[in-house]
Nanobody, 122 residues
């Protein structure tokens, strides 16, 4: 059974930074693509960022490109989301997810974490 545990959420002022972490157990992440999604109150869950298992290819949704960076540490089974220049509209519960390919992890992740809340105050 795969378990993904996110951490790093909290309250941050607009313009500030936050780094989220996701630690996996039950699966060696080294050969899997990883992604971050988010869900704001009253809205559907949306894709944020994804990376291949090497970290060599990354993909971002337009609203975060240039502000957020996804990275991974396969030796420690951890994926990160560095969030800079945060905006109030980034407020959401952030989830990490995994699947075998960059395409699949963006469309149909097979495992999800429980989420971590990020609140950006104006």
């Amino acid at each position: 059974q795969v378990r993904l545990v996110e951490s790093g959420g909290g309250l941050v002022q607009a313009g500030g930074s936050r780094r989220l972490s996701c630690v996996a157990s039950g699966r060696t992440l080294a050969t899997y693509s990883m992604a971050w999604f988010r869900q704001a109150p009253g809205k559907a869950r949306e894709f944020v960022a994804a990376t291949t298992w090497t970290g060599g290819t990354t993909y971002y949704t337009d609203s975060v490109r240039g502000r957020f960076t996804i990275s991974r540490d396969n030796a420690n089974n951890t994926v990160y989301l560095q969030m800079n220049r945060l905006k109030p509209e980034d407020t959401a519960v952030y989830y990490c997810a995994t699947n075998t390919s960059l395409v699949e992890v963006r469309r149909t992740p097979d495992y999800w974490g429980q989420g971590t809340q990020v609140t950006v105050s104006s």
